[in-house]
């Protein structure tokens, strides 16, 4: 079993150090609001330390789930920084999603120090970290990844190397721009289907058999019809993604018109003070409009 730290403890890193503890390895968690890495260690037992130097101290791996690219670099280069006390040999592995710009230049700034770097974004929100079932999309230096994957394997369902540095947050990066379209259209057809009078349960029954049908319709068309959107994935982290999705269309020079529209969209959304609902909230702004 290995020496593991964990840094951010939110809504995903919580659940999911506490399956790293519960398989038997070490833990060792850090949080800035240190009230969260109080509240892990009553639930899971472990240890908890003040800062990411003090967590990763002779840790084999580093995981890391925060928030967006500066936050990373804060916790992995900045004063206290995971990178300051991490040994020769050891493993950091990153959950947050971020830019495959900031994964390159931590990766760069892992080689010069001996240490190993994976990026590892994942998808299945809340409730694929509570169970375990998180597809984990991972980018690095394939013997990096081989090191990493068992570990990873405890909260994963599906866990992939993609490529080299970046593919995984590139990947990411491809789903979250599938999903963005596909939201807006699910809320278009939910909101047509009020418009004309029809049974929305059953509507969904038939078409969620067909080619219509996706994840979005079924684990969402109930609460987009009672106007419920105080869980899920939070618009503000949409946001950030689809920021990070059309700066990398930019350079790449990727077409995104649909997702540079749903990302406006959106934007309607944080400013009616929709910023922590969940992303099927698009459809509240075409009832808005009616
Ligand atoms: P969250 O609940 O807001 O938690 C963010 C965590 O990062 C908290 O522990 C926070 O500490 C920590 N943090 C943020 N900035 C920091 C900084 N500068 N220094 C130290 N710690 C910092 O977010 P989440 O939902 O767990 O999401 C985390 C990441 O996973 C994001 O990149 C998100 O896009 C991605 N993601 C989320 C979901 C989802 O459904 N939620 C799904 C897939 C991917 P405090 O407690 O002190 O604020």
Redo the contacts with the bound molecule.
């Keep these: 079993m290995a020496k593991v730290s964990f ?8 659940p999911m150090a506490g399956h790293l503890q519960n398989s038997g390895h070490s833990v060792t968690v ?4 240190k009230a ?1 890495a109080e509240s892990w260690t009553n639930t899971y037992g472990g240890h908890m330390a003040d800062t ?1 130097a003090k967590a990763a101290d002779g840790a084999d791996f580093v995981m890391c ?4 690219d ?2 990373l670099r ?2 992995v280069l ?1 004063e206290s920084g995971a990178f300051s006390t991490m040994s020769d040999g050891a493993l950091f592995v990153d ?4 830019s495959a710009k900031v994964t390159r230049e931590l990766y760069e700034a892992s080689k010069i120090r001996g240490i190993g770097f994976v990026d590892a ?6 409730a ?2 509570e169970n375990a079932q998180l597809g984990i999309m991972c980018g690095g230096d394939q013997d990096d990844y081989d090191k990493a994957e068992p570990i990873m394997q405890v909260y994963a369902k599906a866990c992939r190397r993609l490529g080299p540095s970046g593919a995984g947050q590139l990947t ?1 990066m491809v789903n979250q721009i599938c999903i963005a379209g596909l939201v807006q259209g699910l809320s278009e057809g939910l909101h047509f289907a009020e418009q004309a009078g029809l049974d929305i349960p059953e509507v969904v029954s038939v078409i969620s058999q067909g080619a219509a049908g996706s994840w979005q319709m079924s684990n969402r068309f109930e609460t987009m019809a009672n106007d419920e959107y105080d869980f ?3 618009v503000d ?1 949409m946001r ?2 689809l920021g990070i999705c059309l700066a990398t269309a930019n350079e790449n020079g990727a077409s995104l018109p649909v997702t540079a529209i749903v990302d406006q969209f959106y934007k309607e959304v944080q400013a009616q003070g929709g910023g922590r609902w969940d992303t099927s909230s698009l459809i509240k702004r075409l009832r808005n409009a009616t």
């Design positions: 840094l951010g403890l939110g809504v995903m890193g919580f850090y949080n800035r609001t969260k990411p789930c925060v928030g967006n500066d936050d804060q916790v900045g959950h947050t999603t971020v974004p994942v998808s299945g929100g809340q694929g970290a990411k899920g994935f939070a982290w950030k993604d």
